[in-house]
């Protein structure tokens, strides 16, 4: 069983930068892919980035790809979301989540834990 707690999150301006981190319990989390979503009001969980097992690999929406980064650290079982040049339209709720498998996964059903989310909100 793994628990994930979200924080990071809040209110900025656009343009602004906010960095998100996704605490692990568990000590088998470098053994598992990591990714975060987000979900708008009215909208559904979207896929935003994910990173491998060792962080050897990244992937991206188009929509933040330049402006968002995702990494971790191991030794710390966490996972981070560097958000920059944040836009209105980056509003949402955050979430993380784990896969067992260590390959990068863009599906929501293709994880297997969730944390409780952390609310960013972009103002214009």
């Known amino acids: 069983q793994v628990q994930l707690v979200e924080s990071g999150g809040g209110l900025v301006q656009a343009g602004g930068s906010l960095r998100l981190s996704c605490a692990a319990s568990g000590r088998t989390f470098s053994s598992y892919a990591m990714g975060w979503f987000r979900q708008a009001p009215g909208k559904e969980r979207e896929f935003v980035a994910a990173?491998?097992?060792?962080?050897?690999?990244?992937y991206y929406i188009d929509s933040v790809k330049g402006r968002f980064t995702i990494s971790r650290d191991n030794a710390k079982n966490t996972v981070y979301l560097q958000m920059n040049s944040l836009t209105p339209e980056d509003t949402a709720v955050y979430y993380c989540?784990?896969?067992?498998?260590?390959?990068?996964?863009?599906?929501?059903?293709?994880?297997?834990?969730w944390g409780q989310g952390t609310q960013v909100t972009v103002s214009s």
């Open positions: 990173i491998s097992w060792s962080g050897g690999s990244t």
């Open positions: 989540a784990a896969r067992h498998y260590g390959a990068i996964a863009t599906d929501i059903d293709e994880y297997d834990y």
